[in-house]
């Protein structure tokens, strides 16, 4: 029964939110040459897990530049849900107008960002079955700033959806059970981000 509210509650993480690592060398970019490639060049498999001299790893979604460009729509259309209070939950329950303002806020990282993580980092531990508290602020820290300007970073959210899942497993059936408002808020607002990665 555990394993069924485990699943119910965990955002999908399908070829790891479709995240790429890319292996990326400023001297291996074309230019000057009217060349439509300038900038660095990206390569997946051929070099996987090999580190070059001169090298970084960049983590892009997977689909590369449209597919960013479907997460950031989703992080606009997410931040105006919010801001109009009209985020639901996947199973359709409403979201208090209170608890969306204070996931907006987080997201975007507004001045009142840090006492609206305290906020929900109480009412979450504080909940019957609540998660140890380490693994809740660990969430909240990933979802500080994550949907700002409307610009999600790859990583940012990659993190934000492991954190996620690992409280989901550090939680007991009845916090499962008798979701906080505001686990419902995180679970769909990171639903709607990673929504465009798996279409």
């Given at each position: 029964?555990?394993?069924?509210?485990?699943?119910?509650?965990?955002?999908?993480?399908?070829?790891?939110?479709?995240?790429?690592?890319?292996?990326?060398?400023?001297?291996?970019?074309?230019?000057?040459?009217?060349?439509?490639a300038t900038g660095a060049i990206l390569s997946t498999g051929d070099f996987a897990?090999?580190?070059?001299?001169?090298?970084?790893?960049?983590?892009?979604?997977?689909?590369?530049?449209?597919?960013?460009?479907?997460?950031?729509?989703a992080a606009a259309s997410l931040n105006i849900q919010l801001a109009d209070n009209?985020?639901?939950?996947?199973?359709?329950?409403?979201?208090?107008?209170?608890?969306?303002?204070?996931?907006?806020?987080?997201?975007?990282?507004?001045?009142?960002?840090?006492?609206?993580?305290?906020?929900?980092?109480?009412?979450?531990?504080?909940?019957?079955?609540?998660?140890?508290?380490?693994?809740?602020?660990?969430?909240?820290?990933?979802?500080?700033?994550?949907?700002?300007?409307?610009?999600?970073?790859?990583?940012?959210?990659?993190?934000?959806?492991?954190?996620?899942?690992?409280?989901?497993?550090?939680?007991?059936?009845?916090?499962?059970?008798?979701?906080?408002?505001?686990?419902?808020?995180?679970?769909?607002?990171?639903?709607?981000?990673?929504?465009?990665?798996?279409?």
């Open positions: 029964m555990l394993m069924k509210w485990l699943t119910n509650w965990q955002v999908s993480l399908v070829a790891a939110v479709l995240l790429t690592n890319a292996l990326v060398s400023p001297g291996m970019a074309q230019t000057g040459n009217q060349s439509d897990g090999q580190t070059f001299p001169g090298t970084t790893t960049v983590t892009g979604f997977q689909g590369g530049e449209p597919a960013q460009i479907a997460v950031n729509q009209n985020l639901t939950s996947p199973t359709g329950i409403p979201i208090p107008p209170a608890i969306q303002q204070l996931l907006l806020s987080i997201l975007t990282g507004d001045a009142q960002a840090g006492n609206n993580i305290n906020a929900v980092t109480a009412a979450l531990y504080s909940a019957t079955g609540a998660p140890p508290l380490n693994v809740i602020q660990d969430l909240l820290a990933s979802l500080e700033k994550l949907t700002r300007d409307e610009k999600v970073v790859p990583a940012k959210l990659l993190a934000a959806v492991l954190a996620y899942n690992a409280m989901i497993l550090a939680s007991n059936e009845e916090f499962l059970r008798n979701p906080p408002a505001e686990l419902r808020a995180i679970q769909a607002s990171l639903a709607k981000l990673v929504q465009p990665t798996i279409s």
